[in-house]
């Protein structure tokens, strides 16, 4: 994933990320566009996944969303 297209529905995202993933707290979350590595890092770092796992679950929530 060469880029995160994170944005209208970004709420909706977070709270499923904070589902699927517990550890992880508001500041992991907060996400400034064109800060998508960080972003990542930060939930790999926090949950210990894989940064594969973490921008699938990312894409997918964010499909789910309705953002493309």
Avoid: P
């Avoid at 994933?1 to 517990?22: C, V």
């Amino acid at each position: 994933m060469n880029t995160l297209e994170i944005k209208g529905d970004w709420n909706i995202t977070k709270g499923k990320l904070k589902q699927k993933w517990a550890k992880l707290t508001d500041d992991d979350l907060k996400f400034a566009e064109g800060k998508s590595e960080e972003l990542v890092g930060r939930i790999q770092k926090r949950t210990g996944e894989t940064r594969e796992a973490v921008e699938e679950a990312i894409k997918d929530f964010n499909s789910s969303c309705g953002s493309n």
